[in-house]
């Protein structure tokens, strides 16, 4: 049976390309003429399955054979009529060389005459003498500053590091072959150095000689020669037409430095913004591996702290400014997305290229074009697969030459993996020539990601800095050694003297264990609940000596002061007490503000101690000399494998420590879970398409079909049987085939309207309803389409515009419904507050005056009232209140919410906002909601002051930053873009240089504006 679908895969494969690429837009056009469906009565129809909630649409897939990956990698060799002609002038100046070689070795090669550079000579009238060489060396060297070498191939840059030898062994030696440079960073031998001048092939001697050949025209003095006046104007024109195809050469290159082929400067920038010198070893190795060099696709693992991220951001850059494609990264967080564009954005100015920032509601589908410059798009997982989709839409996805998944263990992730998982398999069916790249420290499974990505593979167990694990159990502290059989071996008892009262306390003697590192080192402290990391911080506190309060005393005086006006004035009661002692706690109930504030401050050493949740355990790099688990259980379920090693991988981060250690709190009812967790092989990272009853699997067949990408069952089969649950078919589908599952899944969408038959006579083909299209471009889960159908509809019967709140009410997440409780008092007393219109909507809606006046005070109210309804819009109240207010503390107060609360209700309803901007987009009767959506996304997205909008386009500017910024007399993007860095960190209060460095970079790089 399997065999039999792979034999037919191959086959059907090329069909269903063939067909797409022939048919992509008239189909579409087709498709959305033809998509009859009548959305009115799409609600009747339930999907038959329980479709659980907050999963963003999907998309569709399918990967081609590893060979076709790179049909199209360097064609320019092969059918370039230049580079023909350059290849005939290249033979003859070989031979010309050859036979001018030992008896007159000039470095001064005129070209003569003809602009075809067939005719190209040497002119001993105006060869120098042999001792001229070195002067003539010098001289020219001498008007070449660092920069002029950037955009130079690496054999160039060779030869001009020893011309002599250069020049000698160009001309003697043509048949060294194309090799990658192995160890571009040890220094070289003359023999390597010849070797890898000449061993770029025929067009690369060319154009050496090309250069060579102006530089050292440029260089001869005139009086060398007799009839210089006269030649001078022919060989001024001979250099233009040289430069000319110097640098059409030069673009067709994609070497062009001896640094993993790109300019030393780059090597400069990583020195300078990263403070690192020198690439790892395993670094170096993998960057010349040969599936790099080839752009095969490669996975490579290595513990945490390994150096990873590195390897990924030098192929990025490769691909943007050698092969001049645009590169995709997919980080997990919206923190980290805004880190690394903060980050890069630097590399992009140098180098000339835009940074553009996917995260939260930022980032436009399709991107806008370059303007001549490539893009490097950084984005999150699901910001990147609505950019990958716009991409395929728009027939540009090839322009995107590498595609970088970071933690790529997320693929086993929920609902999260299966986007991973869509994106992957769409950029594998659809672009041949885009490479992927994952990497990751926790893979369990490399084989099956490896087949389902048709990757190659790179681990290393390097960590560049010791990371000794323990486990403290009563007051005995073991070291981990999986090697032994007890897993743990007796390292010593911990030192403390604890009075009886505070023995009961801290029952697992947390005060001695971080009072060993603190507050001179950093230590992070894990907690199962975001309530436990409140405790323990302010347990810590309690028995601290008042030494703590001492140091740093000034910097956490200041940031004290940043957290309270943050907060407008309002401080959290845990921090003001902790923040004293060097301590903060660090989980999602902080405001974002907070957390920046927090995480900025213990890198800078100014906090010693965070205690967090899971949340900081993956990619963040905060320093931690020991990491302290404070029990095996996130929540109430005991630690898997990978989270353990993720989160005692934070201990012990290059560069900044020398060593790091984890110490696990057990108590014995959890040693002999815990010996597994410290040993056992890491979890296998499994397909999530069908994760909550296939969700996945139906939103992705509804993206292929509505792509273009696949229009018949046979191609959707063909389709699926590329993806990492077709690997997996047998453990994860268990009952049902993969096939089974597909057909499923389809006469689903029909049922639900989604999907549906062409009409046109002998045509057949499935396509995606009106509906359906609105669905997958919105992003919308298919669980509320029909549901935010009808709201639309009914809103825009009778859409109030006084003021925002019909619109916030549009557009309240359905999936934060269940995450809040009205109070009915505050309730009641904001319903009294609205004006008349406004609570005609809301009784429009379903929720009346007399209704919230009822439950207000106490009594059963009998009518059925749908408690979605009820419940969407005291969200929407709340904001309202936050658009009107900007002031998240006071709206927080109000509405008896927590502040981590509204801050995850309002991402949430940004990024909801524009998923319904892209619905209402699709279906005409919606129209007059796009501007009102646009404005209303944008709104959401920043939540401050107007003013203060454009500079909070900058990544990782705040609203607090932004103020700071407006009232220094930065007032819009083009302020910042121009401003001195050095000036602004004077400027402003408590903006370093860096960050001020970082702020102008991102305002440069930054797109002028996001949708
Ligand atoms: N060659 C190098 N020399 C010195 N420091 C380096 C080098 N390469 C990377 N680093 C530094 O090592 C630290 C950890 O690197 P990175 O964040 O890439 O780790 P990682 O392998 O991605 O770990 P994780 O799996 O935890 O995300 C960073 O601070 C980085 O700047
Ligand atoms: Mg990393």
Known sequence: MSAEIKVRRQSSRKRSRDRRISHLTPARKRTSASGRQCPDNTG??????????????????????????????????SDSSFLAK???????????????TTSSRCPVILLAGNPDFTSLKSSTDNCPKQSCDDSMTESFLEGFTDDAFLDMPSSQLAFLQDPQTADRNCCTDEDKTSMPMRHPEKSVSTEERNERHIAPKARKSVSDHLKRAMMANAATPSSVSRTA??????????????????????????????FFGLPTKVKELICNLKGIKDLYEWQKTCLNLDSVQQRRNLIYSLPTSGGKTLVAEILILKELLCRKKDALFILPYVSLVQEKVRGLASFGLELDFMVEEYAGSKGRFPPVKGRGKRSLYIATIEKAHGLVNSLIETNRLDNVGLVVVDELHMLGDGSRGAII???????LYISKSTQIIGMSA????????????????????????????????????????????????????????????????????????????????????????????????????????????????????VLLGELRSSGNGCLCPVLKKTVPYGLAYHHSGLTSEERKLVEEAYSAGVLCLLTCTSTLAAGINLPARRVILRSPYVAADFLKRSQYKQMVGRAGRAGIDTHGESILILQDKDKVLAKKLVSAPMEICKSNLMHSDGKGVLSLILSVIGLNITNSLEQIRDFMSGTLLSVQEKQVCLERSLWEVTQECVELLKEKGLVTVSTEPQDGSLQVTKLGRATYKGSVDLTYCDLLYRDLSKGLESLMLNSFLHLIYLVTPYDMVSQCKPDWMVYFRQFTL????????????????????????????????????????YLALVLQSLLKETDLWSVADRFQLSRGLIQTLLSSS????????????????????????????RRLTYCVQAELIPLMEVAGVMERRAKQLYNAGYKTLAHLANADPNVLAKTVENLFKKQANQIVASAKVCPLSNA
């Open 834 to 873: 609205l004006s008349a219109a406004e609570q005609k909507m809301c009784a429009a809606v379903g929720v009346s005056e007399s209704f919230v006046a009822r439950k207000a005070a106490g009594q059963n109210v009998k009518k059925n009232v749908d408690q979605v309804v009820v419940s969407r819009l």
């Open 229 to 258: 006046v006269q030649k001078e104007a022919v060989v001024t024109e001979e250099i233009s037409v040289a430069m000319q195809a110097m640098e059409s050469v030069s673009m067709a290159t994609t070497d062009l430095g001896p």
């Open 86 to 100: 350059l290849d005939r002038v290249g033979q003859n100046m070989r031979q010309h060389d050859i036979d001018h």
């Open 442 to 557: 926790t893979l369990g499974n490399l084989q099956d990601i490896q087949k389902f990505l048709k990757a190659e593979s790179y681990t290393n167990d390097f960590r560049p800095v010791e990371l000794k694990e323990y486990v403290k159990l009563k007051d005995s502290i073991y070291e981990v050694d999986p090697k032994e059989e007890e897993c743990f071996r007796f390292s010593r008892v911990l030192n403390f003297k604890y009075s009886s009262a505070m023995q009961k306390i801290d029952q697992d003697h947390i005060v001695a264990l971080v009072t060993e590192v603190i507050p001179s080192q950093s230590c992070l402290v894990f907690c199962p609940t975001k309530k436990n990391c409140e405790n323990v911080a302010g347990m810590i506190c309690k028995y601290l000596k008042e030494d703590f309060i001492q140091h740093k005393q000034a910097e956490k005086a």
């Open 910 to 937: 940004s990024v909801f906002c524009s998923c319904v901007l892209h619905f209402t987009e699709e279906l005409e009767e919606f129209w007059p909601f796009k501007a009102l959506l646009t404005e209303l996304t």
């Open 421 to 427: 998982e869509m994106t992957l398999a769409k950029v």
């Open 44 to 77: 009747q129809i339930e999907l038959s399955r329980a479709l659980d909630k907050s999963m963003d649409a999907t998309f569709s897939e399918y990967c081609s054979d590893p060979e076709d990956l790179f049909g199209d990698y360097d064609s320019i060799v």
